[in-house]
């Protein structure tokens, strides 16, 4: 799943409140006129309000279990039937997670399973628990996914490996090693479908974390003439990038010092209150007597609650600069509040970060 900052995340356990329910327990009924509708409501509503979305996902799940029919056989059947009667994509993942609570001793039954009904939602959390009892035998699975026709399939693939895959728990044994998903990766490295390649370079990118080394050397020899292989670098190494390393700006062909003279750097207004925006602006000037390749990145010192601050990198431009040019960039930076940030008042530095390195400063003071 994005890893993004969102003012609507605290509502988004609302996709299974009692309206999904009901919605559950007809479509179900539809399905199989024994089922126990009532008691399924009964079960799957009790606490509601209290459960977090995953929460609510698996006493979902555990509530299908209690009310079809059995065996684990023939639930899926009623769950494969139901998977595309289901009216929005992320409600349906309670059903991959019906296949990973009860599913675990009837492997190939379940990985076929998860294929289909990954089209609907994603099977993207269920598929872990897998990996966790038998890893080479899931992988073994994956690697046919990774070629699958189906682009959700393939997603999958890459997703469900993921080694710090949010809202899920980690898988050590690849964080610890990456090796045993990389035929996965090289399958999807030129991919078709954007929502492919986005899983492939935060899978990359959560590698990078732990083996900045292995991902470099892999990405070393994938052809950037690839548009899409390409794209799928430049993500892949975002977070390497924004802590300015070299290794990783030298495959963009910036890591290199950046031979410009800054002319301006500013943040306006100089003091604001939460809600409010700031607008940044640069002027640079080339000083090299050759083109050169710029990656530029701003810095915000964000106050924390404690005292200190936490820096947080953002992305601004890349551009390539001929002797003597010069570029003015302007960005504006909404400052409120997000699930994922929370603002304080003081002094928030502002830092112009340009090849990875830090060439300006300036600050804005958030205020009460």
């Given at each position: 799943?994005?890893?993004?900052?969102?003012?609507?995340?605290?509502?988004?356990?609302?996709?299974?409140?009692?309206?999904?329910?009901n919605?559950?327990?007809?479509?179900?009924?539809?399905?199989?006129?024994?089922?126990?509708?009532?008691?399924?409501?009964?079960?799957?509503?009790?606490?509601?309000?209290?459960?977090?979305?995953?929460?609510?996902?698996?006493?979902?799940?555990?509530?299908?279990?209690?009310?079809?029919?059995?065996?684990?056989?023939?639930?899926?059947?009623i769950?494969?039937?139901?998977?595309?009667?289901?009216?929005?994509?992320?409600?349906?993942?309670?059903?991959?997670?019906?296949?990973?609570?009860?599913?675990?001793?009837h492997?190939?039954?379940?990985?076929?399973?998860?294929?289909?009904?990954?089209?609907?939602?994603?099977?993207?959390?269920?598929?872990?628990?897998?990996?966790?009892?038998?890893?080479?035998?899931?992988?073994?699975?994956?690697?046919?996914?990774?070629?699958?026709?189906?682009?959700?399939?393939?997603?999958?693939?890459?997703?469900?490996?993921?080694?710090?895959?949010?809202?899920?728990f980690?898988?050590?044994?690849?964080?610890?090693?990456?090796?045993?998903?990389?035929?996965?990766?090289?399958?999807?490295?030129?991919?078709p479908?954007?929502?492919?390649?986005?899983?492939?370079?935060?899978?990359?990118?959560?590698?990078?974390?732990?083996?900045p080394?292995?991902v470099?050397?892999?990405l070393?020899?994938?052809?950037?003439?690839d548009?899409?292989?390409?794209?799928?670098?430049?993500?892949a190494?975002?977070?390497?990038?924004?802590?300015?390393?070299?290794?990783?700006?030298?495959?963009?062909?910036?890591?290199?010092?950046?031979e410009?003279?800054?002319?301006?750097?500013?943040?306006?207004?100089s003091?604001?209150?939460?809600?409010?925006?700031?607008?940044?602006?640069?002027?640079?000037?080339?000083?090299?007597?050759?083109?050169?390749?710029?990656?530029?990145?701003?810095?915000?010192?964000?106050?924390?609650?404690?005292?200190?601050?936490?820096?947080?990198?953002?992305?601004?431009?890349?551009?390539?600069?001929?002797?003597?040019?010069?570029?003015?960039?302007?960005?504006?930076?909404?400052?409120?509040?997000?699930?994922t940030?929370?603002?304080?008042?003081?002094?928030?530095?502002?830092?112009?970060i340009?090849?990875?390195?830090?060439?300006?400063?300036?600050?804005?003071?958030?205020?009460?």
């Open positions: 799943m994005a890893d993004t900052e969102t003012e609507t995340a605290p509502l988004l356990k609302e996709i299974f409140n009692r309206d999904r329910l919605h559950f327990a007809r479509e179900t009924a539809a399905i199989h006129p024994a089922f126990n509708g009532e008691r399924f409501l009964q079960l799957a509503s009790e606490g509601l309000d209290n459960l977090s979305i995953m929460q609510r996902l698996r006493q979902i799940a555990v509530s299908f279990h209690a009310t079809l029919p059995g065996p684990y056989e023939k639930n899926i059947e769950l494969w039937t139901l998977a595309p009667r289901i009216n929005h994509g992320f409600a349906s993942i309670t059903l991959p997670e019906y296949v990973a609570l009860y599913g675990q001793d492997f190939d039954l379940s990985m076929k399973a998860l294929a289909y009904l990954t089209r609907f939602g994603s099977s993207e959390f269920a598929v872990r628990h897998f990996l966790l009892k038998d890893m080479p035998r899931t992988l073994a699975v994956m690697r046919d996914w990774s070629q699958d026709d189906n682009e959700h399939v393939r997603r999958l693939s890459s997703e469900g490996c993921r080694p710090r895959l949010p809202w899920s980690q898988l050590k044994q690849l964080i610890a090693d990456p090796a045993p998903v990389a035929p996965i990766l090289e399958n999807l490295k030129s991919d479908s954007l929502y492919v390649r986005k899983s492939v370079a935060n899978h990359l990118n959560d590698i990078t974390k732990d083996h080394e292995w470099l050397e892999k070393s020899h994938w052809d950037q003439g548009i899409r292989t390409a794209w799928i670098m430049k993500q190494l975002r977070t390497l990038v924004k802590k300015g390393d070299t290794r990783a700006l030298h495959v963009f062909g910036a890591g290199h010092k950046a410009v003279k800054v002319e301006a750097f500013s943040v306006t207004p003091s604001l209150k939460l809600g409010g925006a700031v607008e940044i602006t640069t002027k640079l000037t080339s000083t090299g007597i050759a083109p050169q390749k710029l990656v530029i990145d701003y810095a915000v010192h964000y106050v924390k609650k404690p005292g200190g601050t936490s820096k947080k990198v953002f992305k601004w431009k890349e551009l390539t600069l001929a002797p003597n040019a010069g570029a003015e960039l302007t960005i504006n930076r909404a400052i409120r509040d997000f699930t940030r929370i603002h304080y008042p003081g002094s928030h530095a502002v830092e112009l340009v090849n990875g390195e830090v060439l300006g400063e300036a600050a804005f003071d958030l205020i009460t």
